[in-house]
């Protein structure tokens, strides 16, 4: 069976002291995620009321930029004596340069093989200003990729990940990303890499094909380069989330100078329309298909973005348990409604 994009909607009914007692009905929309088959909950009724707590306080980001400035371990000044080196088995150097990048060893690791790229010499950017640094960074992060692979193939999971100020997860202000690798896929991967290749196996077509086929063009369509295409998922897991396909690639070791660019160049749109509606801090995660294995017949190299909560009293978190412990995704705005505005972006 082809993609389908299938959404019930209800609604939720209540006398509204907002008006006056009378009768208000909310639409609550439960869409599927059409390949991975997860529901997520869009209720665009409450956007308004928590667009509020996606925007941060100047003076609160002032404060924490400079609190963490003195001990900031990612400084240039702190760097070179503060951050581990690798093995010379699989680093020679120790650590790996790439113009403004620094990559060397997490201190304490998330993941088998855990690298971090501090991408600038500055302790903070607006998010506007972070794209310029990526390029670097993910030239950084691909040099240890592949000298890990050659180390050892059978590490063929990774991916890049960029947690940006503290609502995102960040413990360190200054801006890096972290590079995760293992010989174990990560959940979400081997849920995407499973199902796209049991999608081959009974549609003999490519999924990720298909969907920028069906999507091109349409409501949640934003843009296409040679090799890439930006768009709002159909059942977003959040309210700020945005989605990159690579057009041709399924793994990193396939990826040269010209794919990274214009990868880099939509985040550079996402995070100028993020930092217009008052957004401080995102995740994004930059992912693969198996290192060294062909799997272009079911799978792509994608992106994600997803805008987090704002650097403000009462610093509420967008992610509550119905997310974290109920796995079911919330997003307060539509998907077809957030590319209205982000597509002016690009
Ligand atoms: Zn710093």
Redesign the pocket.
Known sequence: MSIQFRKEIKYAKLLSPLKDYKYDEQIVEHRLDPLLQRETVVTPGRFQYVKRLFESDEKDIYNVVENT?AN?P??PEKVQASTPKFPREIVEEGRILVGETVLFPSLFAHMDYNAVAVISRD?YLKLKEIPEKLFDGVKAGLIWIKSLHNYDKKIKYACFIQNYFPPSGSTVV?PHIQVLASELPFNILKELLDRSRKYYESNGTNYWTELINIERDGERFLSESDNVVWLTPFAPMHTYEVSAISKGLSNFLELDDNVIKEFVKGVKCVLNFFQEEGLSSFNMVFYSGPLGESSKEYFRIGMKIIGRSGYRFPFVSDLWGLQTLMMEGEAYETPEAMAKKLKQYF
């Open positions: 400035r900031c990612f400084c302790h200054h």
